[in-house]
């Protein structure tokens, strides 16, 4: 079967300093991504030799290895591309029309999704028994995913090499 790689990052890994060290996003990169590679294609490897064995007693966990690795792998691969140097400006076109549909402009979104991710507090303003004043963190949260989803037009590129 064809294996994955660790797709080279789109910038030098001091290009993101100060705000990302060189050693922790060398670090998250060169260890923790490729872990992600290296389970995939050991996975693909072992999926291989049970369908050869003709011996599927073993083929759900892998599936859930595959799953677990894969998704890894793709989500990291879409990390590295969604950081830049020049990053840290407004979005435009759909994203920003959605985000403006939802929450009213960036600011409003920004705003919400830091006070919904300070760490500690995942809960900001008068508080209720439950400690929360509403149920703002689970609707910013969701709020967004829906902004993003709706936003989205591009399709996943395979990193997998032939």
Known sequence: MPAYSLPELPYDVAALEPHYPAEILALHHDKHHAGYVTGLNTTLDQLTELRESGNYG???????????????????????QNLSPDGGDKPVGELAAALDESFGSFDAFRDQLTQATVLGEPCRGSRSADGC???????????????LRRSSSSTLGSTRTT
């Open 58 to 80: 073993g083929l759900v966990g892998l599936e859930k290895t595959m799953a677990f690795n894969l998704s890894g792998h793709i989500l990291h691969s879409l990390f590295w």
């Open 133 to 147: 004043s509403s149920s703002r963190s689970t609707t910013t949260t969701a709020t967004s995913a829906s902004a």
